[in-house]
């Protein structure tokens, strides 16, 4: 990759798989993304012609968006971050599992890779995040759960 996603296109990608219910097939409709970010649809248009140049979403008129494989991936990476940091500050900090959201949503931007490593592994590889949502380590296990 050559330049780091941004903070917009992460929190994209990962609504666009909260809104697609984890189902890579499933188009998003652009009014239902407009809603969910509480923006524009001018301002999503924008934003999905660009992402859609980059790779990293895929576009069809009057169905809307959804990750390409390069999207999936990242958008999963994101995950994995917030709900291992959702983890750590219920578990290891002992803060309030009702707390923990938007603390991981700050969070999963600045947390490097390297740190993350270290995190997974302090927490002894968990499995589930505080509120019993699996922790995928790659699309193959993503899929590998979604077939099971």
């Known amino acids: 990759m050559k ?28 009014g239902t993304l407009a809603r969910y970010l509480n923006l524009t649809a001018g301002t999503i248009t924008t934003m999905v012609k660009r992402f859609v140049e980059d790779g990293w979403i895929e576009y069809q008129s009057r169905k809307g968006c959804r990750l390409t494989e390069k999207g999936l991936t990242l958008a999963l990476q994101q995950q994995r971050k917030h ?7 219920t578990n290891t900090l002992m803060m309030d599992v009702d707390d923990v ?25 968990p499995e589930k ?20």
């Open 83 to 89: 709900r291992l940091i959702e983890h750590f500050l």
């Open 129 to 148: 995040d505080p509120h019993g949502q699996p922790i995928f380590r790659s699309v193959g296990e993503y899929r590998s759960y979604k077939q099971a």
């Open 101 to 125: 959201h938007h603390e991981a949503e700050v969070l999963e931007h600045a947390l490097s890779d390297k740190v993350l490593a270290y995190m997974d592994e302090f927490l002894g590889y």
């Open 3 to 30: 330049n780091k996603p941004t903070q917009t296109v992460e929190d994209y990608l990962k609504s666009l798989l909260r809104l697609s219910d984890f189902d890579e097939e499933l188009f998003v409709p652009m």
